[in-house]
């Protein structure tokens, strides 16, 4: 597909695309001087907006939210305390309706969800008895208990498993919106990208109600992000945060535009949206570590070290926890480094106790932390499972880490080369390569990798951009009369 095609059109409300930017600035001033915290003050917010030009056309007002039940079985954000209550209700009607088919379902499917917001891997087994009991009562025809083993499946980075279980729920009801919207998170971690965009497709095709559009437009930006398509995953994404329902559902979206901005290195913004996140949301977690990428990227330490302990206060996750350990390294202080180390290994090993699969951000860390072996021990495990392109980066970098950079390049060339499957933009992986490029004399595609890795983001990590910088001042410009390595 051609890059003319990257913007297909497939925003499901009517906005003026060069104007969706000025439209998410003035949302967020406007979060941020109100303190929106509802539905009506959202749509306050709104009607500030200007109208498209031209033609005249009215600016799309949410619909109202759906109820957390609908939500939950959509896929679709919903705030912890309705989630809880939700869950509460449901326990409570199944011990007296315990042939409620549906019902088990839609608690499966709300334990997945609790156990995804908070870290807590103890819920997954408990949505995986709900989900079970579901299809017992009811064995023919339940997509509803296979979409939410689908979800549990991606939750537990179980991809293979996703696909299998998303797959059975399409046999039993074709065009069914959700299974599409899991089987494309399923297809991206397994790296099969050409199935992931062929989900989007069919989604995109689909008759969904009006409530479910923002979430449709919500993995259509992850899609266009994975493509490195990065203007029409944002433009996605501001529709989305405008027409979303509740203000659980708007703040996941502010956070993954958030994360987009992050991405690009631009820090004010995506601290704009992340602090515009967690102000609808006090729970979303997610925005408040971005927060502290931010805030570090910003010189604002202390407020960093704060976000991280509240995210990592209300969701403990083993990514957040080595994303903390790597900034107090980076600040010397190396006792609280290993404080946060700790808390990830300990959290893993929960998690694997809960079903999840942990094995990348364990990589991860032992590559650059503990013992490089192990790490590609574990990636190379993990790429059979799921070869994706977030494992092709880990595992790379692992083998150079473990002192074998030559195999190593093979694999970053898997996730930064367009023509094999990379084509996302990620300054990490780009530094990662020309590290590689580096130590192997290959100086000239060394210079540009790292010279790209600080272009698309200045700010990508605490300890690796003094390194990129360092590299590249001992590589020196390149011998007079010498063509660049393009």
Do not use: C
Not at 147 to 174: C, K, M
Not at 325 to 332: A, P
Not at 422 to 443: D, I
């Amino acid at each position: 597909m051609k890059k003319e095609q990257s913007r297909p059109g497939t925003s499901l409300v009517a906005t003026a695309p060069r104007r969706r930017a000025r439209v998410l600035r003035r949302v967020l001033g406007a979060l941020a001087s109100a303190g929106v915290a509802g539905a009506a003050g959202w749509v306050g917010v709104l009607m500030l907006l200007p109208p498209p030009q031209p033609p005249p056309a009215r600016r799309p007002v949410p619909a109202p939210g759906p109820r957390p039940v609908t939500a939950v079985t959509a896929g679709m954000p919903v705030a912890l305390p309705e989630l809880t209550k939700l869950i509460g209700e449901r326990e409570r009607y199944l011990r007296t309706h315990p042939q409620d088919a549906r019902a088990w379902a839609v608690l499966g499917t709300a334990y997945v969800e609790r156990g995804r917001r908070t870290a807590d891997a103890a819920s997954f087994p408990k949505a995986h008895e709900a989900l079970q009991t579901s299809l017992r009562e009811r064995p023919m025809g339940n997509a509803d208990a296979l979409d939410g083993l689908a979800a549990l499946a991606n939750a537990r980075r179980d991809f293979d498993e996703a696909r299998w279980q998303g797959e059975q729920a399409l046999e039993v009801s074709p065009k069914r919106w959700t299974t599409y919207a899991l089987l494309i998170d399923a297809y991206t971690g397994l790296g099969d990208y050409k199935a992931a965009r062929d989900a989007l497709e069919k989604l995109m095709e689909l008759h969904t109600p009006p409530a479910a559009h923002p979430a449709v437009m919500a993995r259509a930006a992850a899609v266009y992000r994975d493509r490195g398509w990065r203007e029409d995953a944002a433009a996605q994404l501001v529709d989305a945060t405008a027409t979303a329902g509740t203000a659980a559902e708007r703040a996941a979206y502010l956070e993954r535009g958030g994360q987009l901005a992050w991405e690009r290195g631009d820090r004010e913004d995506a601290l704009r949206h992340f602090e515009a996140a967690v102000r609808l949301d006090p729970d979303q977690r997610a925005a408040l570590a971005g927060q502290g990428r931010a805030l570090a990227a910003l010189g604002r330490t202390t407020e960093a070290l704060n976000a991280y302990a509240h995210a990592l206060a209300g969701q403990p996750s083993p990514q957040y926890a080595l994303e903390l350990g790597e900034l107090y390294e980076s600040l010397g202080r190396a006792q609280e480094a290993r404080t946060q180390f700790d808390l990830l290994r300990r959290r893993a090993e929960r998690d694997t106790a809960g079903g999840v699969d942990d094995e990348l951000v364990v990589g991860q860390y032992e590559a650059d932390h503990g013992d490089p072996q192990e790490a590609v021990r574990r990636l190379r495990d993990e790429w059979e499972r799921q070869p994706g392109i977030e494992v092709a980066d880990a595992l790379g970098w692992a083998l150079y880490r473990a002192g074998d950079p030559q195999e190593g390049v093979e694999y970053a060339e898997k996730a930064t080369d367009k023509a094999k499957g990379g084509e996302v933009r990620s300054a990490l992986y780009v530094f990662h390569r020309g590290m590689m490029e580096r130590s192997l004399g290959e100086y000239g595609g060394a210079r540009r990798h790292l010279k790209e890795a600080l272009q698309i983001n200045p700010y990508f990590s605490p300890t690796r951009v003094a390194e990129a910088k360092a590299a590249l001042g001992a590589l020196g410009e390149p011998p007079e009369g010498t063509a660049p390595a393009w």
